[in-house]
């Protein structure tokens, strides 16, 4: 029962992936692009096809899923995922390496960024439509939004939203998950279509505005010209993204308390702000290092606090070529990439709470050796901290350092050197893009062997579903249950 479950749930995934297709194709057929509408409308039947048949098996009796089910649900959904979106690249003939387009596609979903594609002005629009389509689908969490719909299913879905939601507490903001999936993407969308209106008011046109706002509320990256925001050189867009950057990298959980008129939760919440003090106090000193590249402290602050929101929040725009800056600017953005977003946003990295729990941690070892016979614990949000999520916390971390290292040998033996194979790394795993050397913000990806590639696309989905719920898989206890 629970693997014909698992089967329909993935079905009517897929198909809502499909159907997210549709403004690719409409666009393929207004510019009349024949191997883009073939592209998208094959798919698009095959997969709405199997999604209305496991709605038309009817409801099974209110099954829930347990953490194993939900574990090897997520994955597989995040993997086929993958695989349908990176169909358009090949049959269109963007590329005809099939491991280049899955390494695009999924680098979309997980709105890492990362691109193999070396002239994005040359694409089609549907295909760039699409990119950013993977972006926006992925952010919020293409489980998120069949959490969703699967009652359709009769399976209950809060295991599914515990494996698939970022940050080392899952909570839910309604008693009903069904109800606070629905919610996250209600306000999803409001902001995504604010930011649009604000872009298209600094002069982009529909279509670049609606493309680079689903890759900003995503933390995405995906843009459609070679030199990214820079190629509208305008203060408005780049303050806008900023912006908008900063907010997707914030708790999506705390717009639904400021809906509510709980505004005491924000001032409450170590997380945020600490995140903001973050933003704030890096961009002010990326900004006086690199002042005597632009003149005034206005203009300096616009090109720093871009950058440092693009790098914390895990977007990977870029106004500048930042591998060019002085070198203190450039550590301060290396750090910045062992951070990221905070829990519970579109945001990849480590986490800005899991820097604060391990922060505090420290600090009351620090005391215990003072005081050894003291009883100490953290403090979050006002609340005493529970001590297995320092646990979980720094299992997370060493195992997030240990991939890194892993990916970096692998990147190496490629022949890359070492400061780009260890960003290259880091920007995987972290979901961020753009990194140092090869894989600056002035390179892509494409120059590296397959197998690379391939590790690459792994890391980007383990680093966007936190590491455990695509590790576990390769325990032996997990198959022996």
């Known amino acids: 029962m629970r693997r014909r479950i698992l089967i329909r749930v993935l079905a009517l995934l897929l198909g809502i992936i499909a159907l997210s297709m549709i403004p690719s194709l409409l666009i393929a057929l207004v510019d009349r692009e024949t191997q883009s509408i073939r592209a998208f409308l094959y798919p698009l039947v095959v997969c709405t096809s199997g999604a209305l048949l496991a709605l038309g098996l009817g409801k099974s009796s209110n099954i829930a899923f347990n953490a194993g089910d939900g574990f090897l649900l997520v994955s597989l959904a995040w993997f086929l995922t993958s695989i349908l979106g990176s169909i358009p690249f090949v049959i269109t003939g963007v590329t005809s390496n099939p491991v280049d387009a899955l390494f695009e596609s999924v680098s979309g979903f997980t709105t890492t960024g990362a691109t193999i594609f070396k002239d994005l002005e040359k694409l089609p629009r549907s295909i760039l439509l699409w990119r950013a389509m993977t972006h926006w689908l992925g952010g919020m969490g293409i489980v998120v939004l069949t959490v969703a719909l699967v009652p359709l299913l009769g399976v209950g879905g809060f295991q599914l939203l515990k494996a698939e939601t970022p940050g080392p507490e899952k909570d839910k903001i309604t008693p009903k998950i069904t109800a606070t999936a629905k919610i996250l993407w209600f306000i999803y969308i409001g902001l995504t279509a604010l930011e649009v209106l604000l872009l298209m008011m600094g002069g982009m046109n529909w279509f670049d505005a609606v493309t680079h706002a689903f890759a900003t509320m995503a933390t995405g990256g995906f843009g459609t010209k070679n030199i990214s925001i820079a190629y509208y050189n305008s203060a408005w867009i780049d303050w806008v993204c900023t912006i908008f950057m900063i907010l997707a990298g914030m708790n999506f959980s705390l717009y639904y308390r400021i809906l509510q008129g709980k505004f005491q939760d924000l001032l409450k919440n170590t997380e945020l702000k600490v995140y903001l003090s973050i933003v704030i106090i890096t961009s002010v000193l990326v900004a006086l290092v690199v002042l005597p590249q632009y003149g005034t402290l206005a203009g300096a602050l616009r090109f720093s606090s871009f950058q440092v929101a693009s790098i914390i929040t895990t977007t990977g725009f870029a106004t500048a070529d930042f591998d060019l800056w002085p070198s203190f600017a450039k550590a301060v953005l290396f750090l910045l990439m062992f951070i990221g977003g905070c ?139």
Do not use: C
């Not at 350092?401 to 490629?414: D, E, I, P």
């Not at 719920?469 to 390769?474: D, E, P, R, S």
């Open 343 to 481: 829990s519970g946003s579109t945001g990849g990295g480590i986490k800005v709470v899991r820097h604060v729990v391990l922060f505090k941690q420290a600090g009351n070892e620090i005391r215990r050796l003072l005081h050894p016979r003291g009883v100490f614990s953290i403090q979050l949000n006002g609340r005493v901290g529970r001590k297995d999520v320092v646990y979980g916390v720094a299992g997370f971390v060493f195992l997030y350092l240990t991939l890194v290292l892993l990916v970096t040998l692998v990147v190496s033996s490629a022949g890359a050197d070492l400061i780009s194979a260890f960003s290259s790394a880091l920007v995987t795993i972290g979901n961020i893009g753009p990194g140092f050397g090869l894989i600056g913000p002035s390179q892509n990806y494409s120059n590296f062997p397959n197998y690379v590639k391939l590790v690459w696309s792994f890391a980007m989905i383990a680093g966007r579903l936190e590491l455990w719920t695509v590790i576990i898989l390769f325990t032996p206890e997990f198959w022996r249950r």
